[in-house]
């Protein structure tokens, strides 16, 4: 078969490719620079001085829409398409052609340079795509079908009071709040539904066809599937800890290993190189977990009731010890922050004191994990240039050297870096939440001198009371939490013993080690030891 | 006439319903401004300051979009053919046609807006000539704003109308300014966006200048026509024109204009700059990679009186070493206007003594920073830090005094008006912060204030009044505040503004402060009104200044805790020390020192252990003799390596190690004591060149110090020689001259010397002491708690018997906790006793802490003999 004819219809379809492209080119390449430059802005850290604004790139492809639908647009009187004979369906099909291999594929394109080195699987990188075309899809053919539409001033202001209709519902729903999982994937298949509504609608604009009768079954079905549809691909059921038997006990340190978890309050019976974080306690009968949740993750700022989650959340002590197995015995450990062994027991009067309850049983949950080392080198590889540590699918941490002076100091920036598709279903890391967030990853890392035995080891500061953001969009996860280590060089040792600080590097390793989640646990306390604790302090 | 009315008419009927828009909107305006809707309100307890919108800013902006979206709408005719159509073809004249159009201007949206501001000021009682101002000032911004839009339709078609709105808006917002600012910083420019709020005289200046270049643009366009993204371009090239000159300096809101130069001229002439030594700071700092020495310094002019407040900027900096000149320093962005720094001042500058109007004798500020620093410098980087420069500086003093506008007690309820202000006080919380926490000592409070703010008749700029609260009975002054709760302003456009401030003191109701929740309505809420009054020049010399001396050495060993060990540190330490290798017999010198730079890098891991409890006892009870006694015997063979351990000791893990070697070497007259369990000296030894004549000679404790390390070769040497001879030049001290002491006091106003000083015959001394005294006394910044460097002076005055001076420290020792009752030592000294009779113990401490609290200065009497002061004895 002559595909090929000039009559054809392929042949028609590329001609009128062309007719786009000799009509559109500056403003497809002028879309390129911006969308090139929008990929480059989104992956630095800091946004340049003159920064391009977020909305050019959208409003670009808007204008290119616009000005190829409506130069052949049915309602357009002054247009020569009513009398050319290439056909509707040929002219629409090229235009969408056209706005794919213009604009679609560009805007797809730039994902690889985004998410690439993020440890993406087939199924990430699929939903990374799938995130990307939706909204690009409904934009596009929802700018389609009103620049086929309009020309009639009835019915341009029934199109910018629908589009405002339709912001101002999304707006009263949602507001600045980011839906819960539930509610993203009803609405990501409520946003296919209308995609595919109003690519229907449009070609049947083009065509000359009513439209209403798809765009109402459509704009029913997209509100139907919001109200009443229940999939959540998403979800992640907790992981409860079956590797030990854990148990509290009151009073007098037990022997054997055993965890303190605020002062004359342990938890026994864990393995020895796990180590356990409260994650919440609250009276039985509550909501649970409950959203007012008291844990090592969140922080009562007082008696107001105000809530901050901990940036990072705290490791303890008992997380540096969990590391000692791994290292020389009597080697001098040493770090240069505070961070205490144990929660004070003034929270924990605290936070009995906001529910005001001593007549029920308390439950308390803890989450339980096991320090995992990420990367060990050596440390005259990590003062130079910037590494990256693929942590999981969707998280990395890059990290380098930022100060190295006289006066002691050696200091890494760090930049725990998220992006993660929204589309795909959650992580393992998704599945601890403390008061329905996500929680945020805590690092240790240390410098290990055989030579000198010393292990040197640097949480992250602490950034205070700095809320959280976890960085969720609708459809994509984009979070840079920057970070510091700092460590002093081994002065005893340069000052009496001659060292240098050459030899010093060459004897050390970096490693960075990271608490693995191994699962939750319920422990319940009774009302009557709970009284006892809070009395005996 | 006939046909300009005429063209009106038809206008009108095309517009009407877009007026009713705009009308609209105007009510909305004048209900948001009245707070008729979207009342503003106190911050609930316990809410948290978010983002809110400013609705003020809001109606603003909508206000101005729909008057814009108003004045460029035209019947379609008019604009076909990018006007020049309609203009041919209608009987009617050019002159008509602008004439009429011009009506539509002034009637339809000049008119309405004017109307709005004297109803607004109606409604708030202003007076009327403040109405005719604020209809006069309205009609000039909305002339700015709106009038040059009249010939913008013949330049834009159609949707570009829509299109220039909302880039407008857009480019403003954002990207527009950060493009400017990068232009203005790469022409070291000074860019200083205006604010919105209060700042609507730079902008309406800026754009009537660039507004008279549209009917030039219409004009060229109607000439030769321009394409529509050169239309568009156009609108945006005049935009990004007229953002430009607003932020630039060619502005200034009208009232920047200081208040009084002339009295500022008159009052400065001849008079020096006076920077005493303990106020200035010098630091290394680094700008893109060129260091330069920046200098903060709390600089006055010599004789000035105390209610006119500098604050210093250099107009030129020239610093020489040996003869030759350093290169100038890297020049940083200023603000646009130098005495905005005066509003920072207005917070932390002591404002005891500059506080105008009635106030107590002796009124301390308690949170006041003393030595806020008023000048700020960046100076050229010497070749060589540690040698001697000269610094010429040329200077520029902006002036400021402070009024007192009103004051109301502090309670709820209270309201004062003043000509331009009412203020009226909505809530006072004690003990509790801005977001609603419990906080000790902390008062906060809720206000609503009012007032003028017309670009030419405006109270509330350039410097925001300043609250602070008075104790007028106990005569203390806090200044420092923090803000919250969300911002929430109305009017600021109309000539009479509102706004509800929410403010928190901190240590008011602290004790010893007399200030407590039953008493706060006794206390008083005093607004200060800064103002601007002018500049001064000046010039200023350094000769022979070290900068090297000033900075701060940073060459101690890193600080690290255990990262493991959370328990008694003294044992961890002790178990540490054991699980190390210990060199085995005649070992090298490399792998002694190995081991005992290890000793010492757990000892300063583990330093917790010789921390002092609040009574001064050890928190960690016992000593480090195990570890002391496994050192000692590498002391006298590796001295090198302990006299290198020893300048970072500061757990005198060295002088143990001495004291064990001293101990075991056998040295005649050294014992261990039975009191402290150290190596002590005692013996009878010969005088020399008096045979036969014996004298005793005792060292309590052998001493060793990190900052006299040549001590430890003495140590050494006696150990060696296994005699005490050497040891006798350390208790040889020879007693410094008369003078020296004097020069020495002159420096540190140690209350020692000053006794010794008031004991010398010669009475040239005594008064040069006391002058030294006096004019120290008299430089001091008026506030409670003086900083370290600071304190000297008052309790050398104390000490001279000055009742002013006891008054001002009794008060300070009254605001301390009963906790840190030990931090009063120095001023019990001061008071009771010479330094070298001992400490006393935390409870006399403690009385004396609660004997400030209940006792005067009028309570106690001198004892000039002995220099002490005395409870008197009638008192209870």
């Known amino acids: 078969m002559k595909t090929m004819c000039p009559t054809s219809f392929a042949f028609r379809v590329r001609h009128q490719l062309v007719q786009e492209w000799c009509a559109q080119w500056f403003l497809v390449l002028l879309w390129l620079a911006a969308v090139a430059t929008d990929c480059w802005q989104s992956m630095q850290d800091e946004r340049p001085a003159i920064a391009m604004p977020g909305f050019l790139p959208g409003l670009l492809a808007m204008i290119i829409i616009v000005r190829s639908v409506r130069a052949d647009a049915p309602g357009n009187a002054e247009v020569a398409t009513h009398v050319r004979p290439l056909g509707r369906g040929a002219v629409w099909l090229a235009k969408v052609l056209f706005f794919k291999m213009a604009l679609?594929?560009?805007?797809?394109?730039?994902?690889?340079?985004?998410?690439?080195?993020?440890?993406?699987?087939?199924?990430?990188?699929?939903?990374?795509?799938?995130?990307?075309?939706?909204?690009?899809?409904?934009?596009?053919?929802?700018?389609?079908?009103?620049?086929?539409?309009?020309?009639?001033?009835?019915?341009?202001?029934?199109?910018?009071?629908?589009?405002?209709?339709g912001l101002g519902l999304m707006w009263w729903k949602f507001g600045t709040k980011m839906p819960e999982d539930a509610e993203r994937c009803m609405l990501v298949v409520a946003g296919l539904v209308l995609g595919v509504t109003l690519l229907m609608a449009w070609w049947q604009s083009t065509m000359r066809r009513r439209a209403w009768m798809t765009l109402t079954v459509g704009g029913l079905t997209a509100l139907l599937v919001v109200k009443l549809g229940h999939w959540n691909w998403r979800a992640q059921p907790e992981r409860m800890y079956a590797d030990a038997k854990l148990a509290l006990h009151f009073g007098e340190r037990p022997e054997g290993a055993v965890q303190e978890l605020w002062e004359g309050i342990y938890v026994t019976g864990l393995p020895a190189d796990q180590v356990a974080s409260v994650v919440a306690f609250a009276p039985v009968g509550e909501a649970w977990p409950p959203k007012k949740a008291f844990s090592d993750y969140r922080m009562l700022l007082g008696e107001s009731g105000h809530w901050n989650q901990r940036r990072p959340w705290k490791m303890r002590m008992g997380h540096t010890r969990a590391l000692m197995p791994h290292y020389p015995a009597g080697s001098l450990?040493?770090?240069?922050?505070?961070?205490?062994?144990?929660?004070?027991?003034?929270?924990?009067?605290?936070?009995?004191?906001?529910?005001?309850?001593?007549?029920r049983p308390w439950r308390l949950r803890l989450a339980v994990q096991r320090m995992k080392r990420v990367v060990t080198m050596p440390l005259g590889e990590a003062i130079e240039g910037e590494k990256r540590i693929v942590l999981d699918a969707g998280r990395r941490l890059d990290f380098g050297i930022s100060v190295l002076n006289d006066y002691s100091e050696m200091k890494f920036w760090a930049m725990l870096r998220r992006r993660f598709p929204l589309l795909a279903p959650a992580g393992e890391q998704e599945r601890l939440r403390v008061a329905g967030d996500l929680t945020e990853e805590a690092f240790l890392v240390l410098l290990h001198s055989p030579g000198i035995r010393e292990v040197s080891t640097a949480g992250e500061w602490d950034k205070g009371d700095e809320n959280y953001w976890s960085g969720d969009e609708l459809l994509h996860r984009l979070n840079n939490r920057p970070a510091a280590f700092e460590f002093g060089h081994p002065r005893a040792q340069m000052e009496i013993a001659g060292l240098t600080f050459d030899d010093w590097v060459d004897d050390t390793t970096l490693d960075v080690w990271w608490p693995e989640e191994r699962g939750v646990v319920d422990l319940e306390v009774s009302a009557e030891e709970l009284r006892r604790a809070l009395e005996v302090r | 006439m006939n046909l300009t009315l005429h063209h009106f008419l038809k206008e009108f009927r095309y517009l009407r319903l877009r007026w009713c828009v705009l009308l609209a909107v105007v009510l909305l305006d004048l209900g948001v401004?009245?707070?008729?809707?979207?009342?503003?309100?106190?911050?609930?307890?316990?809410?948290?300051?978010?983002?809110?919108?400013?609705?003020?800013?809001?109606?603003?902006?909508?206000l101005w979009m729909v008057a814009w979206w108003f004045m460029l709408s035209v019947p379609p005719e008019e604009s076909g053919n990018d006007g020049r159509g309609y203009a041919q073809t209608r009987p009617l004249s050019r002159v008509s046609y602008w004439a009429g159009r011009l009506m539509v201007w002034v009637l339809l949206v000049v008119t309405p807006l004017m109307l709005e501001s004297a109803v607004y000021l109606w409604l708030n009682g202003r007076p009327w000539d403040e109405v005719a101002l604020g209809m006069a000032e309205r009609a000039w911004a909305a002339g700015s704003m709106t009038l040059w839009l009249l010939p913008l339709p013949l330049l834009l078609r159609g949707w570009e109308r829509y299109a220039a709105i909302v880039l407008v808006v857009l480019l403003k917002e954002s990207w527009l300014t950060s493009v400017l600012y990068v232009v203005f910083k790469e022409l070291h420019w000074v860019y200083d966006s205006p604010q919105m709020a209060m700042e609507c005289g730079r902008v309406v200046k800026a754009t009537w200048l660039v507004g008279l270049l549209v009917p030039v643009v219409v004009m060229w366009h109607q000439r030769r026509p321009f394409g529509m993204l050169a239309r568009l371009g156009v609108v945006v090239l005049l935009v990004a024109l007229q953002h430009g000159m607003e932020a630039s300096a060619l502005?200034?809101?009208?009232?920047?204009?200081?208040?009084?130069?002339?009295?500022?001229?008159?009052?400065?002439?001849?008079?020096?700059?006076?920077?005493?030594?303990?106020?200035?700071?010098?630091?290394?700092?680094?700008?893109?990679?060129r260091k330069y020495i920046l200098f903060r310094a709390h600089a006055l002019l010599g004789g000035m009186p105390d209610e006119y407040v500098p604050f210093w900027r250099a107009t030129s900096e020239a610093m020489m070493q040996k003869g030759k000149a350093m290169p100038a320093p890297p020049k940083g962005e200023g603000p646009r206007l130098p005495f905005q720094g005066l509003a920072y001042l207005g917070m932390h500058y002591p404002m005891a003594a500059a506080l105008p109007g009635e106030k107590p004798d002796g009124l301390l500020s308690v949170d006041a920073q003393q030595t806020a620093q008023n000048m700020?410098?960046?100076?050229?980087?010497?070749?060589?830090?540690?040698?001697?420069?000269?610094?010429?500086?040329?200077?520029?003093a902006e002036w400021m005094r402070v009024q007192r506008l009103g004051e109301v007690p502090l309670k709820a309820g209270a309201r004062f008006q003043a000509p331009g202000f009412e203020i009226e006080l909505l809530q006072v919380r004690p003990n509790e912060d801005g977001r609603g926490d419990k906080a000790y000592s902390c008062v906060t409070v809720v206000y609503r204030m009012s007032a003028r703010c017309f670009e030419w008749r405006n109270d509330l700029m350039p410097l925001f009044p300043h609250p602070c609260i008075l104790s007028p009975k106990n005569r203390y002054l806090w200044q420092f505040m923090v803000s919250s709760g969300s911002e929430q302003v109305r009017g600021t456009s109309l000539g009479w503004c509102h706004m509800i401030q929410q403010q928190t003191f901190h240590s008011v109701m602290t004790c010893g402060s007399g200030v407590t929740p039953k008493n706060l309505g006794e206390q008083r809420l005093v607004w200060l009104k800064p103002e601007y009054l002018g500049s001064s020049q000046h010039e200023m010399e350094m000769k022979d200044l070290k900068i090297g001396g000033y900075l701060l050495k940073r060459d101690g060993w890193p600080w690290s805790t255990p990262a493991t060990e959370a328990g008694n540190p003294r044992e961890a330490f002790l178990r540490q020390v054991r699980s190390l290798p210990r060199p085995a017999e005649g070992a090298g010198r490399a792998e002694i020192a190995q081991y005992v730079a290890e000793v010492y890098a757990a000892s300063a891991v583990y330093i917790e252990r010789v921390y002092l409890g609040k009574e001064g006892e050890l928190k960690w009870p016992g000593n480090d003799r195990e570890v002391c006694l496994l050192l000692a015997p590498y002391f006298v063979e590796h001295a090198?390596?302990?006299?290198?351990?020893?300048?970072?000791?500061?757990?005198?893990?060295?002088?143990?190690?001495?004291?064990?070697?001293?101990?075991?070497?056998?040295?005649?007259?050294?014992?261990?004591?039975?009191?402290?369990?150290?190596?002590?000296?005692?013996?009878?030894?010969?005088?020399?060149?008096?045979?036969?004549?014996?004298?005793?000679?005792?060292?309590?404790?052998?001493?060793?110090?990190?900052?006299?390390p040549d001590d430890l070769d003495v140590y050494v040497n006696a150990i060696r020689r296994h005699s005490d001879e050497p040891l006798w030049p350390l208790m040889d001290g020879k007693p410094p001259s008369t003078d020296e002491v004097l020069a020495d006091y002159?420096?540190?106003?140690?209350?020692?010397?000053?006794?010794?000083?008031m004991r010398r015959p010669d009475v040239k001394y005594r008064e040069e002491a006391e002058r030294l005294t006096r004019k120290a006394y008299a430089e001091l910044p008026r506030v409670v708690h003086l900083e370290r460097g600071f304190e000297k002076p008052l309790q050398a005055a104390v000490a001279l018997g000055m009742p002013e001076a006891l008054d001002w420290m009794l008060r300070d020792v009254a605001m301390r906790e009963d906790e840190l009752a030990r931090g009063a030592m120095m001023q019990y000294h001061a008071m009771f006793a010479p330094q070298d009779q001992g400490q006393p113990d935390t409870k006399t401490l403690l009385k004396f802490v609660q004997d400030a609290r209940r006792y005067s200065a009028k309570d106690y009497r001198y004892d000039a003999e002995k220099m002490i002061w005395e409870l008197r004895p009638e008192r209870p």
């Not at chain 1, 240069?336 to 605290?350: F, H, I, S």
């Not at chain 2, 010497?382 to 200077?395: A, D, F, I, Q, T």
Request: hydrophobic share 45%; net charge neutral.
């Open chain 1, 104 to 165: 679609l594929l560009p805007w797809l394109a730039c994902a690889w340079p985004e998410c690439r080195g993020y440890g993406f699987g087939p199924v990430e990188w699929m939903a990374e795509i799938a995130g990307r075309a939706l909204p690009a899809v409904m934009l596009g053919a929802g700018t389609a079908l009103g620049a086929s539409w309009s020309g009639v001033a009835w019915k341009n202001g029934a199109l910018i009071g629908g589009v405002i209709a």
């Open chain 2, 746 to 757: 002159a420096k540190s106003f140690d209350r020692g010397y000053l006794g010794w000083l």
């Open chain 2, 251 to 289: 502005f200034r809101n009208a009232y920047e204009k200081p208040s009084d130069p002339e009295l500022i001229r008159r009052l400065t002439a001849g008079r020096e700059v006076a920077i005493a030594e303990r106020d200035r700071r010098f630091e290394q700092e680094n700008f893109n990679g």
């Open chain 2, 640 to 708: 090198d390596v302990f006299r290198a351990a020893l300048v970072h000791d500061n757990a005198s893990l060295t002088q143990g190690v001495m004291h064990e070697a001293v101990l075991q070497a056998g040295i005649p007259g050294i014992t261990r004591s039975e009191k402290t369990g150290w190596a002590r000296y005692e013996r009878e030894v010969p005088v020399a060149g008096k045979p036969g004549q014996v004298r005793k000679r005792v060292m309590e404790m052998l001493g060793l110090a990190p900052w006299r």
């Open chain 1, 333 to 359: 450990w040493h770090k240069d922050e505070e961070n205490g062994d144990r929660e004070p027991m003034k929270t924990l009067q605290k936070v009995v004191l906001v529910y005001g309850d001593l007549s």
């Open chain 2, 33 to 62: 401004q009245m707070e008729w809707v979207l009342p503003m309100r106190a911050a609930e307890l316990g809410s948290v300051a978010g983002v809110t919108v400013s609705y003020d800013t809001l109606m603003r902006l909508v």
């Open chain 2, 376 to 396: 700020q410098i960046s100076l050229p980087q010497p070749e060589k830090l540690e040698e001697p420069v000269s610094v010429h500086l040329g200077l520029t």
